[in-house]
């Protein structure tokens, strides 16, 4: 099974900052993942996939990079409603192989 | 647009079988071309991938699972059901159901969940 390392486990930041967010494949996954965003009590909300496109509907602050084993989400300028838990997906060798998260990175308000 | 709905009881007991049903809206299980999958969390934790169910009725499962996993679909219904049997506590977490969608070029990706569903197994 594809482990997803995220980093830091927390990120306290003020609105404006600029947020940078890791996820580490245990091997190469190409550019097979995505990003999400949750609320306390909400589902995961799809943000980015395929490393790098925006899912309908998200700002153009947040944006993602990185092919292989290393992957960032960067969210250029913290607005009050960013701050939440991000997650970091793959599916590399899907189907029909598994679908794995890593552990997430909360994003506080310092 | 797309809507899914899960449901089932919210207390198992140990050993016992968990039921849970997604109902789709807005979407045809059938026709979609879509994958539909059953996912959960624990308190504090990363989701999960239990497995997944192809509108063909092709499924995967977690190895981890396998031996106590069926997730099925009611075309007549519109829904994905998931049973899980021989539950324990660890079983305890929120369910979501998803539709893992087509995005061209060969990309799936989840895009629209359920709200989730808490299951505590507990005598």
């Known amino acids: 099974e594809i482990v997803l390392t995220q980093s830091p486990a927390t990120l306290s930041l003020s609105p404006g900052e600029r947020a940078t967010l890791s996820c580490r494949a245990s091997q190469s996954i190409s550019t097979y993942l995505a990003w999400y965003q949750q609320k306390p009590g909400q589902p995961p909300r799809l943000l980015i996939y395929d490393a790098s496109s925006r899912a309908t509907g998200i700002p153009a602050r947040f944006s993602g990079s990185g092919s292989g084993t290393d992957f960032t989400l960067t969210i250029s300028s913290l607005e009050p409603e960013d701050f939440a838990l991000y997650y970091c997906q793959q599916r590399y060798d899907w189907p029909p192989g598994g679908i794995t998260f890593g552990q997430g990175t909360r994003l506080d308000i310092k | 647009q797309v809507q899914l709905q899960e449901s089932g009881p919210g207390l198992v007991r140990p050993s016992q079988t968990l039921s849970l049903t997604c109902t789709v809206s807005g979407a045809s299980i059938s026709t979609d071309g879509s994958y539909w999958t059953w996912i959960r969390q624990h308190p504090g934790k990363g989701p999960e991938c239990l497995g997944y169910?192809?509108?063909?009725?092709?499924?995967y499962y977690k190895s981890s699972l396998k031996s106590r996993l069926t997730i099925s679909l009611d075309t007549s219904k519109n829904q994905v059901s998931l049973k899980l049997t021989s539950v324990s506590a660890a079983d305890t977490a929120v369910y979501y159901c998803?539709?893992?969608?087509?995005?061209?070029?060969?990309?799936?990706?989840?895009?629209?969940w359920g709200q989730g569903t808490l299951v505590t197994v507990s005598s």
């Open positions: 998803a539709r893992i969608f087509y995005y061209g070029s060969g990309s799936y990706w989840p895009d629209y």
């Open positions: 169910i192809y509108f063909t009725g092709r499924t």
